[in-house]
């Protein structure tokens, strides 16, 4: 799934009618068929809906909508911003269709004291915004401002056509400009938009947003930024695993890190990534980390191989000194993780450095080993080799120190600073945080949309570095969609986590029991709507991953 701009998205619809024939008229009501639809799943209680409509096609989406949901013995009101005569077009046509039909209240507003008037029509149990579209630039004025601030103080959920009114479609920030309507779910269609990933669209994290299909063809979807959504890859996860299975067709991980003594006890860290790693299908996984933590990170599983490493005083890991006992900590490796709890000594440099240059080895760099290539960086510059996959998986206090740039500078063209890096350095990226970013060195990109507060904690990081190198043991051939289908299962884990308990209380480790439901979701519904946030009831869940399965 392709993410669009406004102006990707508007060449699409134009396409879809002039080379294949389908009206535009037919695409508005393929939209209101799937945002009836999903008024009546996510909504089942609501009697009295008011649907607000603008003068422009996403108006026109919300009377077809109205429409739709009058035949079903609701009372919907529909209330227009403006007079009759200013539609055009589909709307135009779209309004007619609506006073033939009968089946809804009418309201037309063309002033303030109109809309001081009817006043009563946002006491309803669902208001449907269908004000502005994607065609909306700030900021906003007339009617849709004042209609605002009822929309505001009532306490009706409001479903949100295509965007919420007053967000612009090209917004990356993910700020809310300073007059938008609240939304308690979007739904949208085709293809998302830049705002439906980036932008804070609904009042909390968890609200759905959708994507429905509304029939434009695949082909006419492009996005010219190369800008994808994570969670498509999933598909990569879904696939059945041959009869003849056995370990050694799943690859072998190889976690190294950790500290135990007087530089600290991070002997956890690599703990959970070897667990992570295993949960996400690794065949075998193997953690070289300094012999005093070996007795601790041993005991998180009986699965777990371990490799005890020499160490330093302190109890940092160091890179052995006997050359046969360097390839045997490679032998028959898929892939390595370096990072986690390693520290920054020295010794750790020496051990990260000897992998980088001396070996080929497919790699996933984190934490310490970030912050040794941000002090060191022709240590990078020396690990290039053709076809080799190095991920580094930096928050954005890592970022600014291997960009050389502020954490806020990070923060404020996380797009551009991800891609740039992937670029010069030939490396996958992967630039955590709300909304992650996978910046791959062909120059596709992935937006994440997975993840919650609750994984804002200690660990949740370590988890993530052995999901990735997980999935890439097991998937070498499609690294990139390995990384972007491991950071979108990281996340829903967490969320399927939360739903069961709360965000406050999460920990890192209590998402690995819901690897098992996060691998079997399916974000695409049998009726081809796309969850790209939330989680549909659990009953429809279950519902889904079956029918999926058929």
């Avoid at 954005?396 to 740039?420: C, D, F, W, Y």
């Avoid at 670029?423 to 909304?435: D, F, M, Q």
Wanted: net charge negative.
């Amino acid at each position: 799934m392709k993410i669009l701009s406004a102006a990707e998205m508007k060449v699409c619809d134009r396409a879809t009618t002039e080379k294949f024939a389908i009206p535009s008229f037919e695409l508005m009501r393929h939209a209101a068929a799937a945002v009836a639809t999903f008024t009546h799943d996510h909504f089942p209680k609501a009697r009295r809906i008011t649907v607000l409509c603008g003068r422009g096609n996403n108006g026109g989406d919300g009377m077809m909508v109205a429409r739709l949901l009058g035949g079903q013995a609701l009372h919907v009101t529909v209330v227009l911003l403006g007079a009759p005569s200013e539609l055009k077009g589909d709307a135009e046509e779209a309004w007619h269709r609506l006073q033939e039909a009968g089946n809804c209240r009418l309201v037309v507003i063309e002033n303030d004291a109109d809309l001081a008037d009817h006043q009563a029509v946002f006491k309803a149990d669902l208001i449907i915004d269908a004000v502005l579209g994607t065609g909306f630039k700030p900021p906003m004025r007339g009617l849709a401002l004042a209609a605002l601030e009822w929309v505001k103080d009532g306490s009706a959920p409001v479903l949100a056509i295509d965007l919420p009114s007053g967000w612009p479609a090209d917004e990356t920030s993910g700020n809310a400009p300073s007059a938008v309507y609240p939304a308690d779910a979007v739904v949208t269609f085709t293809a998302p938009k830049t705002a439906h990933v980036f932008g804070e669209l609904t009042r909390r994290w968890n609200q759905p947003i959708l994507v429905a299909p509304i029939g434009s063809p695949d082909e006419l979807i492009v996005s010219e930024d190369n800008l994808h959504w994570a969670g498509s890859a999933q598909t990569l996860l879904h696939q059945p695993r041959p009869v003849d299975s056995n370990k050694g067709k799943y690859g072998h991980v190889l976690v190294i890190g950790g500290t135990l003594g007087s530089a600290g006890g991070k002997a956890g860290a690599p703990a959970m990534t070897s667990l992570a790693a295993m949960r996400s299908g690794a065949g075998l996984v193997t953690a070289a980390v300094p012999a005093p933590a070996l007795p601790v990170v041993a005991g998180f599983a009986p699965e777990l191989m371990t490799i005890p490493l020499e160490a330093s005083a302190t109890g940092e890991a160091l890179l052995p000194a006997d050359p046969e006992k360097r390839e045997a900590l490679i032998k028959g490796i898929t892939i390595a993780a370096i990072g986690p709890g390693l520290g920054q000594s020295d010794g750790a440099e020496q051990l990260l450095a000897w992998l980088l240059s001396a070996t080929t080895i497919p790699m996933v760099i984190d934490a310490d080993a970030l912050n040794i290539l941000a002090k060191s960086k022709e240590l990078l510059a020396d690990a290039a080799k053709p076809g080799r996959t190095l991920v580094l998986t930096p928050h954005p206090g890592e970022m600014a120190r291997l960009a050389g740039i502020s954490t806020k500078e990070v923060q404020a063209n996380r797009l551009e600073t991800a891609r740039k890096f992937s670029l010069e350095n030939g490396v996958t990226l992967v630039l955590k945080g709300a909304h992650t970013l996978i910046a791959h060195p062909s120059g596709r990109m992935a937006v994440n949309t997975t993840g919650n507060p609750g994984m804002a904690k200690g660990g949740s990081g370590d988890l993530l570095t052995g999901v990735i190198a997980g999935l890439l043991a097991q998937y070498p051939d499609q690294s990139e969609l390995a990384v972007e289908a491991a950071v979108h299962l990281h996340g829903l884990a967490a969320d399927l986590a939360v739903r069961h308990g709360d965000e406050h209380t999460l920990m890192a480790t209590d998402s690995l029991s819901y690897f098992s439901q996060a691998f079997r979701f399916h974000s695409k519904r049998r009726n081809g709507y796309v969850w790209l946030q939330g989680l549909p009831a659990e009953s429809s869940a279950a519902k889904g991953s079956s029918e999926a399965a058929e």
